[in-house]
């Protein structure tokens, strides 16, 4: 079973600064299968990102995510007030879909 | 619109059972799978499994076996989780999901909370 670790566990930062979350894994995961989510309080999670690099619907392009085999990245280039929240990496497909422990980004 | 409704929030007591619904519109619902998530208050994501939409066969994490059952109303576009033999530990916020690219629509999620 494949185990996601992300870091760090909170990413203090102001709005406008540059946010770089990272996600490896416990062994090698296919590109088209890493996904990322954002959670906010009291909401259900959104999906931002899906084949580890492709926006989902919607998602602004201040969004990126980037990686391969055992390291992957979500990048936020300028943050913005309603970008602070906790963000998850997921590996899915046919061999489970478990999710990274989450990485908070609060304001500092 | 695409959207994934969920059942209402549950109070239970140890020992007692939970069947949450989990209601699909706006696409054709055999053709994704849908999933289940879980979240401990204040915890992160677990991913406890998915079922197959077309055939309704389910898979089920590590740890999520034995006392999780997922099956479907496909007459009514509507998936469920029912738990058994609840345990204090089961309190949390259950989550369905839509399986396209990952889990791109979700529900917005039913509370249960087991307490004596």
């Known amino acids: 079973e494949i185990v996601l670790t992300q870091s760090p566990g909170t990413l203090s930062l102001s709005p406008g600064e540059r946010a770089t979350l990272s996600c490896r894994a416990s062994q090698s995961v296919s590109s088209s299968y890493l996904a990322w989510y954002q959670q906010k309080p009291g909401q259900a999670p959104r999906l931002l990102i899906y084949g580890a690099s492709s926006r989902a619907t919607g998602i602004p392009d201040r969004f990126s995510g980037s990686g391969s085999g055992t390291d992957f990245t979500l990048t936020i280039s300028r943050l913005e007030p309603e970008d602070f929240a906790v963000y998850y990496c997921q590996q899915y497909g046919s061999s489970g879909a478990p999710f990274g422990g989450g990485t908070k980004v609060e304001i500092k | 619109q695409v959207q994934l409704v969920q059942s209402g929030s549950e109070l239970k007591k140890p020992g007692a059972s939970v069947k949450v619904s989990c209601k699909a519109s706006?696409?054709?619902?055999?053709?994704?799978?849908m999933n289940w998530v879980r979240q401990a208050p204040g915890q992160g994501l677990e991913w406890m499994g998915w079922?197959?939409?077309?055939?309704?066969?389910?898979t089920y994490a590590q740890g999520f076996t034995g006392r999780f059952v997922f099956s479907l109303d496909t007459s009514v576009s509507t998936a469920y989780l029912q738990i058994s033999s609840l345990k204090a530990e089961d309190t949390a916020v259950y989550y369905c999901?839509?399986?396209?690219?990952?889990?791109?629509?979700w529900g917005q999620g039913t509370m249960v909370t087991v307490s004596s």
């Open positions: 999901a839509r399986d396209v690219h990952a889990f791109d629509i």
């Open positions: 706006g696409y054709t619902f055999t053709s994704y799978a």
């Open positions: 079922i197959n939409t077309n055939t309704g066969n389910p």
